[in-house]
């Protein structure tokens, strides 16, 4: 056996590993940290706040007396609050029949209706709050594209390319550019543009007006590679850019497109041009559900590359109210377009392949980790909704599990039986067990 040769592939995974753990680490004590800080405002007394399971790594215990520790596997985290039989909640009745009226209300069971609902709907409410946190940040950071387009970064291109930096765009083969926030005469006027290798460019450059030129406005360049795709797997890296589809040359990005679309799932040979190389890539264009603005969902081939301009167009920043405002907008779309997928797994109509487990979580982490930080700080905002809608669903065990029995109480004016309770949780962690192993075997068995 070749050691030299595994040790690329061990140094891969270490770092998808690295990737989930840190990921999943942030996204737990934002969710744990919510169910604690409310259930403190609320009155009720936490005894222990855990990241991790299993043999306790480091402790120490606050003036409030809660024990703050990491555990061994970094896989999840809890909070017991005071009068809690263990780390998933039920209640010790031994050591609840010991406390006066007062240390009662100061548990998760003898708190008011009110108090527990908050604090059980504060986890999944904190990752809320962290994703749109994330994404306002990240958007403020990238900040708006200018009107009139002005170049901000070049590219590195196979084509001839006599565009500047700080170059603003007047015209294109003569013909004026719409503002860039008309987003659909923009892409008018783009879907009009001749596709060839050359264009001419009108800009203004200083105090001067000139027309020199420069490549298609999108190329065929990969400005972000999707994790787990074709393109992912065949080793295609950001700032890629496809000159030719199975010997016949491309310039436009929609080429690309059309191509992929075309193949019918057939395997394609893309020249790639890289850092001034020229190599060969075989990749086979997968099936891939994608929703649409309607909610339903439309399946393609896709290789998964990302397009862009041959340049990445200047910004101004984006004031924090508008910034805040896409951040909700952001996480309203990927609750929405989780909730719909998956009833549309349930249904037949999209392929249950389209839901990812551990495996597929981590190989996510490494290759948006590997993308940048910006992308991988992206990608937990993502998954921090995903795990907030995921706790809201009514399962028992789950938050939202919880949130049932205390709507029930609230209706009735008693919670659900002990032994109700324990047949309950059985049957939840039953079912969110079966769908961990359902998950598993996608991320095993799935193509």
Known sequence: MDIAALLPQFGSLIWTLLAFVIALSIIVAIHEYGHYIVGRWSGIDAEVFSLGFGPVLFSRVDKRGTKWQFALLPLGGYVKFKGDSNASGGKDDEAMSKLSDAERRRTMNGAPLWARAATVAAGPVFNFALSILIFTGVLMLRGEVTDPVKVGELRAVPAQNELQVGDVLLEIEGVVLPAYGESSSFQSFLDDLPVQEHL???????????????????????????????????????????????????????????????????????????????????????????????????????????????????????????????????????????????????????????????????????????????????????????????????IPVLDGGHLVFHAYEAVTGRPPSDKALRVLMAIGLTLLLSLMLFALSNDLFCP
């Open 200 to 394: 001419n460019y009108t800009v203004q450059r200083g105090d001067s007006s000139l027309v020199v030129e420069g490549p298609y406005v999108y190329p065929p360049v990969a400005t972000q590679i999707i994790p787990r795709s074709a393109a992912d797997d065949a080793g295609f890296r950001a700032g890629d850019i496809i000159v030719s589809v199975d010997g016949t040359p491309i310039y436009a990005f929609e080429q690309l497109r059309a191509a992929v679309e075309g193949s019918e799932g057939a395997t394609l040979t893309l020249e790639v041009w890289r850092d001034g190389d020229i190599r060969d890539l075989e990749m086979t264009p997968r099936r891939t559900d994608e929703p649409q603005s309607d909610g339903t969902f439309e399946t393609n081939y896709r290789i998964g590359i990302v397009g862009g301009m041959f340049f990445e167009p200047a910004t101004e920043m984006t004031g924090p109210f508008s910034a805040l405002l896409s951040g909700v907008q952001q996480t309203g779309r990927i609750i929405d377009g989780s909730l719909s997928g998956l009833w549309y797994m349930i249904t037949g109509a999209i392929s249950t392949c389209n839901l990812s487990g551990p495996i597929g979580i981590a190989e996510t982490s490494g290759s948006m980790a590997s993308q940048g930080t910006t992308s991988f700080i992206w990608f937990i905002a993502v998954l921090s909704t995903a795990v907030g809608l995921l706790n809201l669903f009514p």
